[in-house]
C-alpha cells in the first residue's frame, strides 16, 4: 500500500505542529495514571494527620528537654500575658497560613503577604507593649545577647516547618513562594510562643536577635524552599513518545 | 493563535454586520466544570474510574488552551498529560464542591511558564507561525483574505499585548471561564481580570478601528 500523500494545503491544522490523535493521548493519560499510584483522601488524611502529628511533638520534646517553661524574674501575670497573647496571635497566623481557604489554588496573594509581614511585627509588638508594663522587665541581661533564643527558635521551628512544606509539596501553581512563606511564617509563629514560655528577657535589642531574626530567616529559607518544593514543576518522567511531533510529510 | 485571532476577527468587525461573538464554550462550560467537580469528588474518594470523567471533562479545554498557547501540538500534548498527572496525584487534597477548571487551567499554566522558560525558543515558534500564514493568505478568495488579514491583525495585537492581558482575554472569551474562575486561575482578583480583559478588549478595537463598546468590560 502506498502511504497517502497529504499536500501542503491540506495538513491538519494551520498553525500547529501535529501531535497524536486525541484518543491515543486520552488513553496514555489514563494508563499511566493507573500506573502511578496517588493517595486518596482517605489515605491523605492519615499521612496528614501522621506528618502533623510529628511536627507538633518534636518542637515540644524539644522544649522540655531544652529546659521547658521558665518564669525567671519575671511576673506570672507577665508571662500569662504575653503566653497567651502570643497564643492567639499565632493560631491566627497559623490558620492563614496553612489553610487553603475554600480554594484549591490556596489564599490570595494579598492575605499571604500581609499574614508575611504581620506575623514578626503583631509578636514582636505584643510582646514589647506587654513588657513595658514592667520597666524592670526591659533592662538589659549583659549575659543573654539573644544566641540562646536564636538557637533554640531554629531548633524548634525546624520539624514543623519540614512538615508543613511536605504537606504542601508541588501544590501550588501561583504563587509558591508566597505560600511558602507564610507557612515559614506559620511555623516561626508556633514556636515563638514556646520561645516567649522559655526566654524571661524582655530587652528589646535581645528579643530582636533571639526571637524576630530567626523568624525572618525561616521566613526567607521557606520562599527559597516555596519555588523548589512547593511549586508546580514540569515531571520529566512523563515526558514519553507524546511529546515527539509525528514526522512530518 | 490564527484560529483565536481569526474567531475574533470576525467578532470583532472583520465584517460591519457581525456583532461580536459570544464564546460559544461558555454555556457549555458551566456544565462542564459542575460535571468535573462531580467527577473530581469521585476520584478523590477512590474511584479509580472516575479519572475518565474527570480528563473528559477538562482535558478538551485545557487542551485548546495549551495548543494556542504553545502553537505546537505536540508540546500541547506534553503539558496537557503533566497537568491531568498533576491533579491525579492531587486528587487526594480535593476539596469537594470547588471548582476543578481554575485549578487545572492554573496548573496548565503554569506548566507552560515552565516550558517557555526551558526552551526559550518561543520567540521561534511565533516567528514560524506568523510566517506560515503568509504564505497561506495569498490563495483565498477575498471576503475570507479580509477575514484572515484582520485575524492577522488581531493575532499581532495579540502577541504584542501583555501576557496577562492575553491570557485574562483568552480565559473569558476563549474558554468561557466566569471573571471569579478566571482570577482564580491567575491568583488575581476579579477586578483585576476585568481590567485586563477590557485592556484587551480597547487595544484589539484599536487596532481594526472598531468603536470602544462601553459594555466590554462587563
Known sequence: MVPQQISKSKRPTADVRSGVDEAQLRAQVIDRSTREHSP???????RRGMVLGMALAAPLLSFIVWGGLRVGPRPVGLVLQTALGSAVLAAVFIIVGVGRGGSMLGRPSSWL?????????????????????????????ADRPGIRCFTLSLLLACAPLAGLIWL?????????????????????????????????????????????????????????????????????????????????? | MAVIAHKFAQGFGASAAHQPERAPSRAAGRGDGEFASVAMERYAQGDESAFASVYDAVAPRVHAYLIRQTRDRAVADDLLQQTLLQIHRKRGTYVAGLPVLPWAFAIARRLYIDECRRRKTDALWSARDVGEDDRRVSALPDDEFAAREAARLVEVELARMPGNQRVAFELLKVEGLSHQEAAQALGTTVNAVKLRAFRAYSAIRAVLGCPLDPSASS
Not at chain 1, 40 to 46: G, N, S, V
Not at chain 1, 113 to 133: D, E, H, K, N, S
Not at chain 1, 189 to 206: E, I, K, Q, R, S
Open chain 1, 113 to 141: 503577604l500581609t499574614q508575611v509581614l504581620l506575623t514578626p511585627v503583631c509578636l514582636f509588638g505584643w510582646r514589647v507593649l506587654i513588657t513595658a508594663r514592667y520597666p524592670e522587665m526591659m533592662l538589659e541581661w
Open chain 1, 40 to 46: 486518596t483522601r482517605r489515605e491523605l488524611a492519615l
Open chain 1, 168 to 249: 504542601r509539596r508541588g501544590s501550588d501553581p501561583l504563587h509558591p513562594r508566597l505560600t511558602a512563606a507564610a507557612v515559614g511564617a506559620a511555623a516561626g509563629a508556633g514556636t515563638w510562643v514556646l520561645v516567649d514560655l522559655w526566654c524571661p528577657v524582655g530587652y528589646v535589642p535581645h528579643l530582636l536577635l533571639g526571637h524576630v531574626l530567626p523568624l525572618l530567616l525561616l521566613i526567607a529559607l521557606s520562599a527559597l524552599l516555596g519555588s523548589r518544593v512547593i511549586a508546580v514543576h514540569r515531571d520529566r518522567r512523563t515526558v514519553t513518545e507524546l511529546s515527539r511531533p509525528r514526522p512530518r510529510f
